[in-house]
């Protein structure tokens, strides 16, 4: 079969699965009383259901077993083996977020949780072995702890990123759509070789995240929870290790959000607060209140993702890919001088 027949049917099994699953998630969320509602940083209107992770969780497993069938050449022969670390890493982390959605856990039980998941990961062979110094193009490899501690640092570094992202109707759902799209082109495409049998992989979680992107919009009529922040951080996580070690890739689409969850940490440090304490200072929530519409936001948030995971494609230098990284934080230093965080406290 053809590679892109085989990545369009994946992604559209996705979207259809994603999209017919959500409405019975959302009768799921009112009958289990997993609901959001308005007051504090939350300024929805009524309660809404948030167990949009169920539909996403359901759509990416069955679109990825379903691409398991197809007769794309497969090379590695421990592919098997970081999958099944996938399903169960991605299913775990959305029953922690589940638990969440519904006790709300303090933040200490949550971090644990996603560590441990995080450290399940490795036996599986998912893990971050090295990195590509940009001086020389070389691989520079990790001794074992620091394969450990890195591996843990990203994976719930990625949990939490995408966890704090969801504060905008779509945006969450939407920027990891873009991401998971890069990553699909990357693997199948501008590897040498390519490995099309693992960006079918990210082409499911594309295909998830845009049939669940209509009900997420505004107005939503269902929130991705914990539970879907939780599973698409962990698997797009993974996704940027097992798809050609491109860690890098991802970093460059996530700068965005990456930067401003660095930021947030080091600026309620500094004011006494605790860093996972709630409020209204993170950077999509600025902008709103100084006067950006929701559909501004996304935007920008989708513009910037496209673009920055535009060029980690198309520049093969990684210290081009730095240099770029460098001219992108200064984009988000201008962001945040439009939407200082005193205007939100």
Request: charged share 15%.
């Amino acid at each position: 079969m053809p590679f892109p027949l085989a990545a369009l049917l994946v992604f559209l099994i996705a979207v259809l699965l994603s999209g017919g699953s959500t409405p019975v998630a959302a009768r799921l969320g009112y009958r289990l009383e997993m609901l959001d509602r308005p007051g504090g940083r939350r300024r929805h209107r009524g309660e809404i259901p948030r167990t949009g992770g169920l539909a996403l969780w359901l759509a990416f497993v069955l679109a990825v077993l379903f691409a398991q069938i197809l007769p794309i050449p497969r090379f590695d022969p421990k592919e098997v083996i970081r999958l099944t670390g996938l399903l169960l890493g991605g299913t775990l982390s959305l029953i922690l977020g589940l638990i969440d959605d519904r006790w709300e856990l303090p933040p200490g039980p949550q971090f644990l949780g996603q560590a441990l998941i995080a450290l399940l990961s490795l036996p599986f062979l998912i893990f971050i072995e090295y990195v590509n110094n940009p001086l020389t193009g070389r691989p520079l490899y990790f001794p074992p702890l620091m394969v450990v501690l890195l591996t843990v640092f990203w994976l719930v570094g990625m949990m939490n990123t995408v966890n704090w992202l969801d504060g905008i109707d779509g945006l969450a759902s939407g920027v990891v759509a873009i991401v998971a799209l890069i990553l699909f082109l990357h693997a199948g495409y501008r590897l040498d070789p390519p490995q099309h049998s693992v960006a079918l992989l990210p082409a499911a979680l594309a295909g998830a995240c845009v049939g669940f992107l209509p009900w997420n919009w505004s107005p939503a009529r269902l929130f991705l929870g914990s539970s879907g922040t939780l599973f698409l951080g962990y698997t797009l996580g993974v996704l940027a290790i097992i798809g050609g070690a491109k860690v890098a890739t991802v970093v460059m689409a996530m700068a965005l959000p990456i930067a401003d969850v660095a930021w947030l940490i080091a600026y309620r440090w500094r004011r006494g607060r605790r860093p996972t304490q709630g409020g209204r200072d993170h950077l999509h929530f600025r902008l709103l209140d100084a006067g950006w519409s929701p559909h501004r936001i996304r935007m920008a948030y989708y513009g910037f993702a496209a673009a920055a995971g535009g060029i980690a494609l198309l520049i093969p230098s990684a210290l081009y890919k730095a240099l770029a990284l460098v001219l992108l934080a200064g984009v988000l230093l201008w962001v945040l001088r439009q939407a200082p965080p005193e205007a939100s406290d």
